[in-house]
């Protein structure tokens, strides 16, 4: 847990600022594992809470900042957890990606343990509003109404929510979503398959029509042979139901203020948010986010497990995954065919020279901005203004997208 100490680190005619030592979570530099390495938070306004100069760490709706003595270690664990690795990722945005937006928002409010819905009009949703468990929110900065209630007014600026981790039995969500990774890969190759063996009986009828010499069989029993194998098909596909427990965990659970690439990917949509309005999900916008906080961890997947935190699937940055026009719908935001395509800029130019134009193309994305006629097009115009040798890395972003199907 924490160190004693407390270090004075620079005293200003405004107030004085601290660094102390927590154990935080992080992720090993040789694996995708986690343990808990003594750190020193920095930019401290406080000597007993989780106030920063540029972060304030509380508790649901709370207005204070929790406090390093609070009883809950756990809670102490994450407030210091997603202050380290916030306080890191805004120094990378600084210096590495040289963006003059961590000057411009004020203090970000991180709130863990929060199960409320956003309420654009009103802050937060009423408390049984549908609670939240298991995700992470970036929180644009807004105000009520005038017509509000004095008593229920309230102002706010940019926020990240965490949610607090609720294990949900997967085999109830599953029957809820529809969700059976078993037979729905059945299901998949169904069509394909029903179509290719109709299109061998059509083949068939038309030999026994025009070329019955060579036909082995006759029609009848080759028209027994084809609706035999549709109805075989058909009884996998549905037995196929009963193999899906053996895919599925028995529980889904997820501590986004313990997992390093949630904290950056939900600091990176504040950082793109002078483009990207954060109060939407689409392919683009979650998978700029992915991109940067993959950046960040430097890990070819991204999101894995953390012992006794959270169980989720990661994410690959080398995915090869092919562009289809359903890559467009909101259900591919959780997706990383977007992430796995930005990778690809990065792998075929200078590093810094990526970091550049994925950035700044932003600039002349809108928030609805669709992957191949937004995000691609908006990559291409940005290296048109910030590559050294504009037609030459051009070729190289053409021949990277035409693989990813383009």
Same mark, same amino acid.
């Given at each position: 847990?924490?160190?004693?100490?407390?270090?004075?680190?620079?005293?200003?005619?405004?107030?004085?600022?601290?660094?102390?030592?927590?154990?935080?979570?992080?992720?090993?530099?040789?694996?995708?594992?986690?343990?808990?390495?003594?750190?020193?938070?920095?930019?401290?306004?406080?000597?007993?809470?989780?106030?920063?100069?540029?972060?304030?760490?509380?508790?649901?709706?709370?207005?204070?900042?929790?406090?390093?003595?609070?009883?809950?270690?756990?809670?102490?664990?994450?407030?210091?957890?997603?202050?380290?690795?916030?306080?890191?990722?805004?120094?990378?945005?600084?210096?590495?990606?040289?963006?003059?937006?961590?000057?411009?928002?004020?203090?970000?409010?991180?709130?863990?343990?929060?199960?409320?819905?956003?309420?654009?009009?009103?802050?937060?949703?009423?408390?049984?509003?549908?609670?939240?468990?298991?995700?992470?929110?970036?929180?644009?900065?807004?105000?009520?109404?005038?017509?509000?209630?004095?008593?229920?007014?309230?102002?706010?600026?940019?926020?990240?929510?965490?949610?607090?981790?609720?294990?949900?039995?997967?085999?109830?969500?599953?029957?809820?979503?529809?969700?059976?990774?078993?037979?729905?890969?059945?299901?998949?190759?169904?069509?394909?398959?029903?179509?290719?063996?109709?299109?061998?009986?059509?083949?068939?009828?038309?030999?026994?029509?025009?070329?019955?010499?060579?036909?082995?069989?006759?029609?009848?029993? #080759?028209?027994?042979?084809?609706?035999?194998?549709?109805?075989?098909? %058909?009884? !996998?596909? &549905? @037995?196929? /139901?009963? =193999?899906?427990?053996?895919?599925?965990?028995?529980?889904?659970?997820?501590?986004?203020?313990?997992?390093?690439?949630?904290?950056?990917?939900?600091?990176?949509?504040?950082?793109?948010?002078?483009?990207?309005?954060?109060?939407?999900?689409?392919?683009?916008?979650?998978?700029?986010?992915?991109?940067?906080?993959?950046?960040?961890?430097?890990?070819?997947?991204?999101?894995?497990?953390?012992?006794?935190?959270?169980?989720?699937?990661?994410?690959?940055?080398?995915?090869?995954?092919?562009?289809?026009?359903?890559?467009?719908?909101?259900?591919?935001?959780?997706?990383?065919?977007?992430?796995?395509?930005?990778? #690809?800029?990065?792998?075929?130019?200078?590093?810094?020279?990526?970091? %550049?134009? !994925?950035? &700044? @193309?932003? /600039?002349? =994305?809108?928030?609805?901005?669709?992957?191949?006629?937004?995000?691609?097009?908006?990559?291409?115009?940005?290296?048109?203004?910030?590559?050294?040798?504009?037609?030459?890395?051009?070729?190289?972003?053409?021949?990277?997208?035409?693989?990813?199907?383009?």
């Amino acid at each position: 847990m924490k160190n004693l100490i407390l270090i004075m680190i620079c005293v200003s005619s405004v107030s004085s600022l601290y660094a102390q030592s927590f154990s935080v979570l992080v992720r090993s530099e040789r694996s995708n594992g986690t343990y808990y390495q003594e750190v020193e938070l920095e930019d401290l306004k406080s000597d007993n809470s989780f106030e920063g100069k540029y972060f304030k760490v509380v508790k649901g709706k709370s207005k204070e900042a929790i406090s390093f003595d609070d009883p809950n270690e756990e809670l102490v664990d994450k407030a210091a957890t997603t202050y380290y690795h916030l306080t890191k990722a805004r120094k990378f945005w600084m210096n590495d990606i040289g963006s003059d937006m961590p000057v411009k928002v004020s203090q970000i409010v991180v709130r863990l343990e929060i199960t409320n819905l956003f309420d654009e009009q009103g802050h937060y949703a009423n408390n049984n509003r549908d609670p939240q468990f298991n995700n992470a929110l970036s929180i644009p900065d807004g105000e009520t109404p005038s017509w509000v209630p004095v008593d229920k007014q309230d102002k706010w600026g940019k926020e990240i929510w965490f949610r607090p981790m609720k294990k949900i039995d997967v085999t109830e969500l599953a029957r809820q979503l529809n969700i059976a990774p078993f037979s729905t890969m059945l299901r998949n190759l169904e069509g394909p398959f029903i179509n290719y063996t109709q299109n061998n009986f059509q083949q068939t009828v038309l030999e026994h029509i025009f070329y019955p010499e060579y036909s082995n069989n006759s029609l009848g029993n #080759d028209a027994l042979i084809f609706a035999g194998t549709i109805a075989i098909t %058909k009884v !996998i596909i &549905e @037995a196929s /139901k009963m =193999l899906d427990k053996f895919f599925l965990e028995k529980y889904f659970y997820l501590d986004t203020a313990l997992v390093p690439e949630v904290i950056y990917h939900e600091y990176a949509h504040i950082m793109l948010s002078d483009s990207l309005k954060m109060s939407h999900s689409t392919p683009v916008i979650e998978g700029m986010a992915d991109y940067f906080s993959a950046v960040m961890s430097k890990k070819r997947k991204i999101y894995n497990r953390v012992r006794g935190h959270s169980n989720s699937n990661p994410k690959d940055t080398e995915s090869k995954e092919t562009y289809n026009h359903w890559k467009e719908a909101n259900f591919n935001a959780g997706g990383d065919f977007v992430l796995a395509t930005l990778w #690809d800029v990065k792998e075929v130019m200078d590093s810094k020279l990526a970091y %550049k134009i !994925i950035f &700044e @193309a932003r /600039k002349t =994305l809108k928030t609805d901005a669709s992957i191949y006629d937004g995000l691609i097009r908006s990559i291409l115009n940005s290296c048109s203004i910030h590559c050294a040798k504009p037609r030459a890395d051009k070729l190289k972003l053409y021949e990277v997208f035409s693989k990813r199907g383009f």
